[in-house]
């Protein structure tokens, strides 16, 4: 059998594990993800936003998004195919950067529309921030493995919505939502991955 029969038997091997509830398309690695670099990165931008400094705000979220691209990165790598490791792993990692640069070119595009027709700052950064929000309600539903988007998804969506009424700077808004969000997906994957290995302790027995 050749190496692309082998990945290939691995990768429905992966698929076939996940449906039963077996695998989930995260690990440990990203609970700790969500803990040191979505709160702790969501932490800091709030905190920067507050500084006495003549600097944008947006300038706090740049560690954040530096720190969480280098680590996804190091999670892509190491679950690529020829290491033989989780194919389901690498195909969520890899979906999320695809993702992440569409929504984000989306926002940018967005941004330059609304901005040229003079609409105000705060209703852009309001529906661009609600709507990613509601987005990330679609895979909770669908996939019973990524109910954890709603750890997400619902600080979103009430960030959005209390941008445009509070006269607090958005960056800190969305920086105290990235720590709700960090926490809350943490605690839900947690709970996912202990719900797995309670399933594989069953069928080993």
Known sequence: MS???LDRV??????VKQA????????????WLNVFVLSVGGMVAVIWTFLPHSLPHSLGLIPLLIVAVVYGIRLRIKYRRSTGRSSIRRREYTASFVIAAVVGTCAIVYRLW???LGLPLSILQGIAIFFVGLMLVGPAVLDRSRIY???ISLPFILCGLAIPLLSIPAVALVGGACVVSGLAMAAIQAWQLRAQEVIRNRATD
């Open 20 to 31: 039963a509830g077996m695998e989930l398309p995260f690990g440990w690695e990203d609970v």
């Open 149 to 151: 988007c709603l750890g």
């Open 3 to 5: 190496q692309v029969d």
């Open 10 to 15: 691995r990768e429905d091997l992966a698929t």
């Open 114 to 116: 609304g901005t040229r």
